[in-house]
């Protein structure tokens, strides 16, 4: 049997990919650095019976819920996936990777 690793996964056990990801996000998204905890949304992909407009209310109704006092949401949706709108309260980000984003988050959620 031979064991390989998972290359993404070890990606992020790298201290210094790790650090220099999180200057990449910083540096585009300086807003992130404000001192509140960062909360990653990065949801896979599924199919529901209500389309993205139901993952959509989802998102909406999440973001809501986060205190922005003292955290910041960060949503960064599946490839596939375009919101229809801006989500209140929250930062959406398309333009990176998720696991880029893994440097900024002190909580990263999925999709149950």
């Known amino acids: ?49 209500g389309g993205e407009a139901d993952n959509e209310g989802f998102i909406k109704a999440f973001a809501a819920a986060v205190d922005e006092k003292t955290c910041r949401l960060v949503i960064r949706p599946h490839p596939i996936i375009r919101l229809s709108s801006d989500v209140e309260g929250a930062t959406v980000i398309y333009d990176m990777e998720s696991i880029e984003l893994l440097g900024v988050g002190k909580q990263l959620l999925g999709h149950p």
């Open 1 to 49: 049997m031979l064991v390989y690793p998972l290359p993404r996964v070890d990606l992020i056990t790298r201290k210094e990919y790790v650090e220099k990801s999180r200057e990449k996000v910083l540096k585009a998204y300086p807003e992130l650095n404000d001192g509140r905890k960062v909360i990653l949304y990065a949801p896979t992909f599924r199919r529901s019976d």
